[in-house]
């Protein structure tokens, strides 16, 4: 066999269609017969609905629809949370459109269908919208002040405390240094190059649904929609296209993911929804405003004792479906890769009037990694220590592995870390910077500039959740197709699990043809989030191959008069022990398909160490990076 | 909504369409012709991904009029690649990693195609300043730099 291809250099095989710009995005989707929809967002933060006239609009010419909460029957449904979901939480999940009140600026009031884009966008102008504003809750401070209440009835802003706990961080530690401050975060979003987008397709007779630009998560997504259109779920196609960018932002389950479906069956027509930039900016999940206040706790000499302080999330006006994982991530991650025995961290949910927020890029981690290397530049400081020579004092030995992180409340999983050897990437980091050859620049104005050289370490999860599933079928042109619930968010999925399944299989990977993301291609799957696809649908297939193996063997040998284990099996081919050879394509009729399947609820870390020197114009703000 | 009659030349063809006079190129060359490899990042000018040739320049379709093209030459992605092998632009884009999700892809050889036809011999700080108006939100923009430094020996040859 030759020399596996993974972990070698592979030009990826997806960048033939892109390169060429033959890609299908979901816009690129051709439907001529399909009627455009466009949404009639809220310009106020946060205000009663008190006139929405829809009748000038509907006169328009072109104009077939406008949609608003009364057309789907209310109460509306809302969104659910796909992860770590809990009881407490569902008062503030989304409804798929404003009935009485907005709470954020671009959050859905109607949408009109019409038989063109252009025509839609005409009609929003014709809408007769009214809304008495109350006042907007903006920052924590507002949010905790409570001038208004996003939800009144439930009596306050905060939706959820989130607490990590280890040890007991609210003993007395006599004689040791404390270093506390404030820190703060502020909001970014994915702002993908591709903006959302969604063509669906309502098939009457057979009382079918295909949603085009499914992406993530298309199965959990396809759930959801099943349950809010009391349809099957198997009455449902998510179908997944190329993907502009996902981070961690596309495909998760967004008012739209309800409207546009609706649209189509409430229409029988079919109807396309592609997000122009300002909606993108203003209604696809924000993340990462934070702010908190710690202390960090040490023994003279530089040991960790502990970490204890409060966290505040700026939510937005709604907790979506996968919002809990960042407040949930900054309170159980501060000790990142750090022994700290002792940790009492909350961080309290406030809703506010902004876009809600969802995951983004390592959620919570960015955050949290912040506060504490931060902190731990502070502590040595004040103790008068060289700042790498504190971290490394404590960083978790691998001798020290699995060694357990704090819990957070509800849903309750005691984690630890598995296995890493922390200190070898700082040292790696330090040398590839040319760390000691940049300390006397520390500090320093040059040409204007303030230069500054900082190192951080951090740990980051990925490779679990829910189970991931395969499929492997050898067909009779010899060719092997690959059916994987992972989905493609522009990370160069195919190549990766390509690469997998002909080491697997050992055929080249021009032998292998991949079809993944799509809920038509298995009946269960999952998806790509949490840095998990190469492990998690990688191995199903590893798995399955293992499966479509044993399959080939036993036709082989029944083909061959010999036993299966005595099958020796080629590229393609299959050889009894006397040299009488098969190709596999003529063994496809007797060769099922196989199944694989992939489990890991163990999380598991991986980790790193970030070195960088930079240059501020303390005239301007403006950041260079050297290095 | 009336349209009006435009002729011009797409990739090389003959092209006659009757378009709204409100229709931006990027939606006549997408929606009418199914060009569909112009993306449409931002639709404002900022992002670059639907930069097309106009007579050879580098240009944003979204900030042009479907009937500002009359009488003009157009080529799209789709007009700069070929089905038998990559150029030299899409094939240094591949080793270098250039691109992930692919959705700026078309606007950056578009543009860094313009650029070297024009200047073979352009240097990084000249790359780096005509890919300014390109935005990529998933590789960071070393990669594109390297591949277009590389691709620079076709054009150059080209030239010879
Ligand atoms: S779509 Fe034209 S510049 Fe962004
Ligand atoms: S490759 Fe994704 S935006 Fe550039």
């Known amino acids: ?627 | 909504m009336p349209t009006l009659p435009i002729d011009c030349t797409v990739n090389g063809a003959a092209t006659h369409l009757d378009v709204a006079p409100r229709t931006i190129l990027a939606d006549a060359l997408r929606q009418d012709l199914g060009l569909t490899g112009t993306h449409v990042g931002c639709a404002h000018g900022s992002c670059g991904a639907c930069t097309i040739l106009l007579d050879g320049a580098a240009v944003r379709s979204c900030l042009m009029l479907a009937v500002q093209a009359a009488g003009h030459a157009i080529t799209t992605i789709e007009g700069l690649s070929n089905p038998d092998a990559l150029t030299p632009l899409q094939a240094a884009f591949r080793k270098h990693g250039a691109l992930q999700c692919g959705f700026c892809t078309p606007g950056m050889i578009v543009t860094a195609h313009a650029l070297l036809s024009a200047n073979p011999d352009a240097d990084a700080d000249t790359i780096r300043d005509m890919l300014s108006g390109n935005l990529c939100r998933c590789t960071g923009y070393i990669s594109i730099i390297e591949a277009v430094l590389d691709a620079r020996a076709a054009y150059q040859e080209a030239r010879a």
């Open chain 1, 1 to 627: 066999m030759n020399a596996p291809l993974v972990g070698q250099p592979i030009e990826r095989i997806e960048d033939l269609r892109l390169l060429r710009g033959a890609g299908c995005f979901t816009d690129d989707i051709a439907a001529p017969d399909a009627l455009a929809a466009v949404i009639l967002r809220s310009p106020l933060a946060h205000g009663l609905i008190t006139r929405l006239d829809t009748e000038a609009a509907q006169k328009l010419p072109g104009v077939v629809s406008i949609i608003t909460a009364r057309t789907i029957g209310m109460p509306v449904p809302t969104i659910p949370l796909r992860l770590a979901p809990l009881a407490e939480l569902v008062p503030y999940e989304q409804p798929v459109i404003a009935q009485d009140r907005v709470r954020y600026v671009g959050e859905p009031i109607a949408m009109v269908v019409a038989t063109s884009a252009a025509i839609a966008e005409d009609a929003l102008d014709l809408i007769e919208l009214e809304i008495a504003p109350l006042p907007a809750i903006v920052t924590n401070d507002d949010a905790a002040a409570a001038a208004a209440l996003l939800f009144p009835d439930s009596g306050s802003n905060l939706c959820i405390t989130y607490t990590a706990r280890l040890g007991d961080a609210a003993q007395e530690f006599p004689g040791a240094i404390i270093v506390e401050d404030d820190f703060s975060t502020q909001r970014h979003t994915a702002a993908t190059m591709e903006t959302r987008g969604l063509l669906a397709r309502w098939d009457a007779a057979r009382g079918h649904l295909t949603v085009h630009g499914a992406a993530k998560a298309p199965w959990a997504g396809r759930r959801m929609l099943a349950r809010q259109l009391g349809l099957d779920e198997f009455s449902i196609d998510m179908i997944a296209v190329d993907v502009g960018g996902g981070f961690g932002m596309r495909g998760e389950f967004y008012p739209e993911d309800f409207l546009v479906p609706f649209a189509a069956r409430h229409l029988d027509r079919p109807v396309k929804w592609i997000e122009d930039r300002r909606e993108h900016l203003l209604s696809a999940n924000h993340a990462r405003e934070f702010d908190a206040h710690l202390q960090l706790i040490l023994s003279p000499a530089g040991d960790i004792l502990a970490v204890r302080g409060r966290a505040r999330c700026n939510l937005g006006a709604y907790m979506r479906a996968n919002a809990s994982i960042a407040p949930r991530n900054v309170a159980q991650f501060f000790s990142g890769p750090y022994r700290i025995p002792n940790i009492a961290i909350d961080t309290d949910v406030f809703l506010t009037n902004k876009t809600p927020t969802g995951t983004y890029r390592g959620p919570g981690r960015f955050e949290t990694d912040f506060f504490r290397e931060r902190l731990l530049d502070l502590a040595a400081e004040r103790l008068g220590m060289d700042r790498v020579v504190l971290r490394r004092r404590n960083l978790i030995t691998s001798a020290q592995m699995p060694h357990p992180i704090a819990t957070v409340s509800a849903p309750v999983k005691a984690e630890e870390l598995d296995s890493g050897d922390y200190a070898e990437t700082l040292d790696r980091c330090l040398g590839a910077i040319g760390w000691d050859r940049l300390q006397p620049l520390r500090g320093q104005r040059i040409n204007g500039r303030h230069h500054g050289v900082a190192v951080g370490c951090f740990i980051e999860g990925g490779a679990a959740g829910p189970s991931e599933h395969a499929r492997l079928e050898l067909g009779a042109d010899g060719m092997v197709d690959v059916f994987v619930g992972s989905s493609m968010v522009g990370q160069g999925l195919e190549t990766v699990l390509l690469q997998i399944s002909a080491d697997a299989l050992g055929l080249p990977m021009e032998r292998l043809r991949i079809f993944h993301g799509s809920t038509t291609y298995l009946r269960i799957g999952f998806g790509s989030f949490h840095s998990r696809s190469t492990v998690m649908g990688g191995t199903a297939i590893l798995n399955a191959a293992t499966t479509l193996k044993e399959a080939i063997r036993a036709a082989a040998g029944r083909r061959l008069n010999c036993a299966p284990d005595e099958v020796l099996l080629g590229a393609g081919t299959a050889t009894n022990p006397s040299g009488a050879i098969v190709n596999w394509a003529e063994l496809a009729a007797d060769v099922p398909a196989a199944p694989g399947q992939f489990d890991n609820h163990t999380h598991t870390y991986a980790y790193g160490a970030h070195a960088a020197h930079v240059g501020v114009d303390i005239a301007t703000g403006h950041v260079e990076i050297f290095d």
